[in-house]
T-cell receptor, first 113, second 118 residues
Framework: KNQVEQSPQSLIILEGKNCTLQCNYTVSPFSNLRWYKQDTGRGPVSLTIMTFSENTKSNGRYTATLDADTKQSSLHITASQLSDSASYIC????????????FGRGTSLIVHP | EPEVTQTPSHQVTQMGQEVILRCVPI?????FYWYRQILGQKVEFLVSFYNNEISEKSEIFDDQFSVERPDGSNFTLKIRSTKLEDSAMYFC????????????????FGPGTRLTVT
């Protein structure tokens, strides 16, 4: 069964600090991995999309990495801001036949001043 | 900047009633999706729609659910005979392309419709 596990479940950091969120998956065969930011009560917003051949993708202060061999991804946030407080969701889609995405439960990030 | 819009923002209905959730995808997008998120749980895929037909659906999307693109702009999710467990946030999303090219194209989510079944 395809699964996406994220850690930590929640994280509290001080403004200006960096942090790294983890995503492990068992989805196979792999097609793509996406990181989304979801503010409370809003729809997810895409941060990065990576396919099998990509191992790093940046979007401003967000940098995602992908290790397709170990089936792990990370999202690194640099110089955090108060507006980074949100849930960060890892989503993995399979290739071939079904493209139904598997969502992780998300990491809830709180940035304190 | 173009965005996906959804109406209503909040819908309250009684168990057993039918509801229709509406979405206006981004105008040049060809793939449309519905997702749901039960409070405190992860987002779940319901269905994808392309070229006026369902391209994929999950186990959740049973006969109680249907989707339609009644005109050139709207995309609707109908839930027949609602149950208490249908209470959730329902998100519509759209992308320029999908399917085998899904990896290359971003999905843009709407703000969601909160459905409360009493």
């Amino acid at each position: 069964k395809n699964q996406v596990e994220q850690s930590p479940q929640s994280l509290i950091i001080l403004e200006g600090k960096n942090c790294t969120l983890q995503c492990n998956y068992t989805v196979s065969p792999f097609s793509n991995l996406r990181w989304y930011k979801q503010d409370t009560g809003r729809g997810p917003v895409s941060l990065t999309i990576m396919t099998f051949s990509e191992n790093t993708k940046s979007n401003g202060r967000y940098t995602a990495t992908l290790d397709a061999d170990t089936k792990q991804s990370s999202l690194h946030i640099t110089a955090s801001q108060l507006s980074d407080s949100a849930s960060y969701i890892c989503v993995v889609s399979a290739a071939g036949g079904s493209y139904i995405p598997t969502f992780g439960r998300g990491t809830s990030l709180i940035v304190h001043p | 900047e173009p965005e996906v819009t959804q109406t209503p923002s909040h819908q309250v209905t009684q168990m057993g009633q039918e509801v229709i959730l509406r979405c206006v995808p981004i105008s040049n997008h060809l793939y449309f999706y519905w997702y749901r998120q039960i409070l405190g749980q992860k987002v779940e895929f319901l269905v994808s729609f392309y070229n006026n037909e369902i391209s994929e659906k999950s186990e959740i999307f049973d006969d109680q659910f249907s989707v339609e693109r009644p005109d050139g702009s709207n995309f609707t999710l109908k839930i027949r005979s609602t149950k208490l467990e249908d209470s959730a946030m329902y998100f519509c999303a759209s992308s320029q392309l999908g399917g085998v090219l899904a990896g290359a194209y971003e999905q843009y989510f709407g703000p969601g419709t909160r459905l409360t079944v009493t």
